[in-house]
């Protein structure tokens, strides 16, 4: 359940903040099951890759959840806590629509934040994400290609 939960949180995130994020096992109470579930999230994700390869847009999305959802112990459980997620971000870009710049993304984290356990926290780490994708985009801002992928890669690893 909480690696199916953990796939999802990882699908629907923007793809820098997919990247950006990182689970400290060493945090947890039990770091071994942790570390387990962690590789299982991980395999999953490469199998829904795999599986969905070619495929572009709200197609690929579409199949990435399918695939993914169809790893879990119940799959539909899965499919409509995916379905839940993407609602709240539909209801959360028109809550903020309007908004430019830094007051939308404030508006994002908080609309996305406001029905987590610890909203505080959760808009907290937002804007922790939200200054780590700035800072990689002022220091790779003259790269093209490659040399970008390169840059953003290396100022990922570099946490």
Known sequence: M??????LATLFATSVHAQERHIDCSKARDPKACEERVAKMKA?????????EGKQGAERRDCLVKSMCAQQKDPKA??????????AH????????????????????????????????CEALGKERLARREKIREDCKDKRGEELKACIREHRSAK
Do not use: P, Y
């Not at 309007?98 to 939308?104: C, F, R, T, V």
């Open 78 to 87: 899965c499919e409509e806590r995916a379905a839940k997620a993407k609602g």
């Open 90 to 121: 539909r209801d959360a870009r028109a809550a903020c629509e309007g908004k430019i710049g830094a007051e939308h993304q404030d508006c994002m984290v908080k609309q996305m934040c406001a029905e987590s356990k610890d909203a505080a926290k």
């Open 2 to 7: 909480k690696a199916s939960i953990l796939l």
């Open 44 to 52: 999953t994700h490469a199998q829904a890759e795999k599986a969905c």
